[in-house]
């Protein structure tokens, strides 16, 4: 089969959805399909054809919003190339110019369309409005969403029961909705003498003692990922405990804000801020970890935790339905519903080196349906319902 993937984000941009479509091209790569790539051009305002890779990069300029570009919704010079790839389906990964495109491409060339989506938009349009008129552009992302997944697709993805029942209940779509977890290769993060070697590293650069214990955290530095939060409630612990460190990796808007933060707490000595790091530096990091914490309430599905848990760590969440299907309380973490009880939970690892060993074995036997392999092949099932019905 030969399947064309059209998203905003792809390498070099770092983010949960290049880490999905990576996975994914590399498990229909090895069920010995063809994956083809259009995609925005990070580095400059210039098209370009990767023959090789078969990847298309088109031009597009700056948002506010990280360091993302937006395109145009139609490029002449990338159609002539895709028409003569013969795509069997097309799975788009985005809404917005590079979205719209893969629609005008599956119109024109009759090839049905599988759409992924990722992003809860309604807790992003801040960046778009500073918090003007925010009730308008929900409404718009609703009206946007539901236009989007429903009308314009003959397959649709979701990560988790979360995005599926705001789409029942709140977006009233009536397609079938699809609930497919984004897929990781779990071998890369499990501890090798490669890992350690750069753990000792990172150690050395981190000052850290044998004796430190870790609370991790991974993903971009952003306001809705509730950074501050964590921070805020992680002081009381440093202060009872000076061997407690905590080590936020990761980029983002946020990060000058949070240093500043943890400069009023007086808690800098223990806070680390990585800032950005090269994706295969990241499962050294969670291998480093104590434990591995998210106080977020706005994930799709949270690839960090699946991560942190095919490094075999203890993860403890805020409560939130997108981490219900992967934290089980007292067997791979914990889920909490308040600073308080985060506070409670770490110091009963801390204090407890049998149950810190039992979470960490029970984490990585969790993870064994989020393999990449097991994503490809039920995304694959989608692609094969879709060409069904566009061809009734």
């Known amino acids: 089969m030969k399947i064309g993937i059209f998203t905003e984000t792809y390498d070099p ?141 003959d397959g649709l993805i979701v990560p988790t029961d979360k995005i599926k029942d705001l789409f029942i209940n709140k977006y009233h779509i009536k397609k079938e909705i699809n609930v497919i977890p984004t897929g990781i290769d779990t071998e890369k993060f499990k501890l090798t003498p490669k890992i350690k070697k750069e753990m000792e590293k990172l150690k050395k650069e981190y000052h850290l003692k044998r004796d430190d214990f870790i609370i991790g955290s991974v993903g971009r530095i952003a306001t809705e990922k509730s950074f501050d939060s964590l921070i805020e409630y992680t002081k009381e612990l440093i202060k009872e405990n000076k061997k407690v460190k905590l080590i936020i990796v990761g980029d983002g808007p946020e990060l000058e804000h949070l240093k500043e933060l943890t400069k009023n707490l007086k808690i800098d000595k223990n806070v680390i801020f990585t800032g950005k790091v090269k994706y295969d530096l990241i499962p050294s990091f969670y291998n480093l970890f104590d434990i591995v914490v ?39 973490g914990y889920l909490f519903k308040n600073g308080k009880k985060y506070q409670e939970l770490v110091k009963k690892i801390m204090e407890s080196s049998k149950l810190c060993r039992y979470l960490s074995n029970n984490a990585y036997q969790s993870v064994k349906e989020y393999s990449k392999e097991t994503f490809g092949k039920r995304v694959l099932e989608v692609y094969k319902k879709a060409i069904r019905n566009s061809r009734k």
């Open 13 to 153: 941009y770092v983010s949960g959805v290049t880490t999905s479509i990576k996975m994914l091209k590399e498990a229909l790569e090895s069920m010995g399909h063809d994956v083809y790539i259009v995609t925005v051009n990070l580095k400059n305002y210039h098209f370009r054809y990767d023959k090789k890779n078969k990847i298309i990069y088109i031009p597009g300029l700056k948002t506010k919003i990280y360091d993302a570009r937006l395109t145009g919704i139609y490029s002449r010079r990338a159609f002539k190339i895709i028409k003569y790839w013969h795509l069997d389906v097309i799975h788009s990964q985005t809404e917005f110019g590079i979205g719209v495109f893969s629609r005008i491409v599956s119109k024109k060339l009759n090839i049905p369309v599988v759409h992924t989506y990722h992003t809860l938009y309604e807790d992003y349009v801040y960046y778009v409005t500073h918090n003007h008129f925010n009730n308008f552009g929900k409404k718009v992302v609703k009206k946007f969403t539901k236009y989007f997944c429903e009308k314009k697709c």
């Open 294 to 332: 998210s106080f977020s309430t706005t994930e799709t599905q949270g690839l960090t935790i699946i991560e942190a848990l095919a490094s075999g760590k203890p993860v403890l969440c805020i409560e939130d339905e997108s981490f219900k299907k992967m934290i089980t309380s007292g067997y791979n």
